[in-house]
């Protein structure tokens, strides 16, 4: 009895102890975001520069989950993606503020797409019309952080840095002879050539109408990214194909002799180059305010406007489409479509933006929000901002839309339908030596059983099901886009197209980011006075922790597993490519 007690006080003594150190770090987590997500405001001094790194990702909407990339492991404070909301906000801000003399990018490598980095590019552009410096420096340019340095006044380099401008590269991986050995048959049925959602899964390499469209949109998403260098730089096109099909940027003096930079510095000497701009003496230091700090400034007075009753929404869809909730990195119809709804019932809303970054997804998904775009658009304005991809499913939800606004390089188009339903019959059999039987009342009762290949009349009710997704897909389009059924078919078939395709084919109205869009919504909506609201209403924070809590293994995988991450994301996510989908046929890297 006496060994009894002793185990169990034991035991008890355990288990309070661990209680303890959960609570306490509970409460050091806590206390960490609080302090992190913090509004105090920032106060910016005479002569300051907005000093511009983009170190971590750029995503639509920022200032979400204080959680969000938190270190769990070692409970250091998060590296915190940035909103291009915020960054578009912070350059407009600076544009008028007095304190604000110029901007210092201070660039290498962007976790950006194309269309996002263009949209922070028109932003500075447009920042510069106010007479104020922008200088660019890099020890290391890769690709996408050259062109948005471009539009700066003056470009340095590192002695030793080069620059990594070489043309646009669109690499594919296939998983055919890794389910070949594996005994899975995938069994994927598309509708439309260039449908090429599933290749992947069932061919060594890309079809010859894949490769035709791939070229054909990469092609103009380069044409378009020297068009832009070429005219800030005062470079010809032809002048930067020619340092890209020979890597002349390849050491800084090289890159100087091109004219692809100005000037060839060390990091301390670039900040004499600032104090020359902002007439400072040697020995006075440089008042620099990040884009985060300066995020919490107050706005310049001539922004300062009486709060207005009338409001424009915008909503943020951003990831995958799948049914239910999803959250901030995947498109939740349930969560997206009450979204609008709420923007629709607001008497106070007189326009709505829709904000749309995703490949697409489930075809059932994509079609409950398409309907509250539909009624959205019934009562007020909706127009779609396209991100650096709005394509298949992505597309399907912005056809109903006003008027649609991308950037040239936003991938869109991919109009078209899938299906796949993996045969891992030889799988369980051959491979892990696991057998199934059944019984079944009716002849179609196990249909989509994993576990066996499809029958001739089950293929065939599976390509009747998506022949008939696809005819809803482009009669949405057709209505939508005021465009005859018959044409987007021809543009249908599941062919990607760049921004600049698509506007030819009348899939989009302009050019321009997520600015243009609102401003564009302010036309239609004939508003003289607005503010801006963001849906979908974010989460009470103890929501956000719980969440956060839940995603701890995916962000272990990402820090143990690097850039080599998006190869096993794909790959999990090749578990939920079942039944019918309107989704791009890959995720989409152009380095």
Not at 254 to 269: F, V
Request: proline letters at 4%; glycine letters at 8%.
């Amino acid at each position: 009895m006496k060994q009894f007690f002793k185990f169990m006080f034991a035991s008890m003594l355990g288990f309070f102890l661990t209680f303890l150190i959960i609570f306490f770090l509970m409460i050091g987590i806590i206390a960490t975001a609080v302090s992190i997500s913090s509004k105090d405001t920032v106060d910016v001094a005479e002569k300051s520069v907005l000093h511009i790194t983009l170190t971590t990702e750029v995503v639509d909407r920022g200032g979400g989950n204080p959680f969000e990339s938190f270190d769990f492991m070692s409970f250091s404070p998060p590296r915190k993606a940035i909103g291009l909301n915020h960054i578009l906000e912070s350059l407009k801000k600076a544009k008028e503020d007095e304190n604000i003399e110029g901007i210092f990018l201070d660039l290498s490598a962007i976790p950006a797409g194309w269309s996002t980095i263009a949209e922070i590019r028109n932003a500075i552009e447009d920042f510069k019309e106010s007479g104020k410096f922008v200088i660019s420096y890099g020890e290391l340019y890769l690709q996408r952080a050259y062109y948005l340095g471009s539009v700066a006044d003056e470009i340095y380099l590192h002695p030793e840095g080069t620059i990594d401008f070489r043309g646009i590269n669109s690499e594919l991986f296939f998983l055919k002879n890794m389910l070949d050995r594996l005994g899975i048959d995938p069994q994927v049925i598309r509708h439309g050539e260039y449908k090429s959602a599933g290749e992947p899964f069932f061919r060594e390499d890309m079809s010859p109408e894949n490769r035709e469209q791939v070229l054909s949109y990469i092609s103009s998403i380069w044409n378009n990214v020297i068009s832009e260098i070429a005219i800030t730089r005062g470079l010809t096109i032809n002048h930067l194909n020619e340092v890209a099909d020979n890597l002349h940027t390849r050491n800084a003096n090289m890159a100087l002799k091109w004219d692809m930079i100005d000037g060839i510095t060390y990091r301390d000497q670039i900040h004499d180059v600032l104090r020359e701009r902002l007439g400072l003496d040697e020995e006075e230091d440089i008042e620099f305010v990040s884009l985060g700090d300066y995020n919490k400034a107050p706005l310049p007075k001539s922004m300062v406007s009486p709060r207005s009753k009338n409001k424009v929404a915008v909503v943020y869809a951003s990831g995958n489409i799948i049914s239910g909730q999803g959250g901030d990195r995947v498109i939740g119809s349930d969560r997206i479509a009450g979204a609008l709804r709420e923007a629709r019932k607001d008497d106070d809303v007189k326009a709505i933006v829709f904000r749309i970054n995703s490949p697409g997804g489930s075809a059932l998904a994509s079609d409950v929000i398409l309907r509250e775009v539909k009624l959205a658009a019934e009562e007020k304005p909706v127009v779609a901002s396209m991100g650096d991809v709005a394509a298949s499913g992505g597309y399907y939800i912005a056809c109903a839309a006003d008027w649609i606004v991308a950037n040239p390089s936003t991938i869109t188009g991919s109009i078209g339908v899938f299906g796949m339903i993996p045969n891992m019959q030889d799988f369980f059999n051959e491979k892990l030596g696991i057998t199934f039987d059944n019984v079944k009342t009716n002849q179609l009762a196990d249909m989509g059983s994993v576990t066996k290949p499809l029958t001739p009349s089950e293929r065939r009710i599976i390509e009747e099901s998506i022949a008939q997704v696809y005819e809803t897909f482009i009669e949405h389009v057709a209505q939508g886009r005021n465009i005859p059924v018959s044409v987007v078919d021809e543009l249908g078939r599941g062919r990607v197209w760049s921004g600049v395709e698509a506007r030819q084919n009348g899939l989009i109205d302009d050019f321009g980011g997520l600015e243009l869009a609102i401003d564009k919504a302010i036309d239609l909506a004939e508003l003289d006075d607005y503010r801006i609201v963001e849906y979908p209403i974010r989460k009470a924070f103890l929501e956000q922790l719980m969440e956060s809590f839940g995603g701890i293994q995916e962000r272990v995988l990402q820090r143990k597993l690097g850039p080599s991450y998006r190869y096993y994301r794909q790959i999990d996510e090749a578990r939920d490519m079942t039944g019918i989908l309107t989704r791009l046929p890959y995720d989409i890297y152009l380095d």
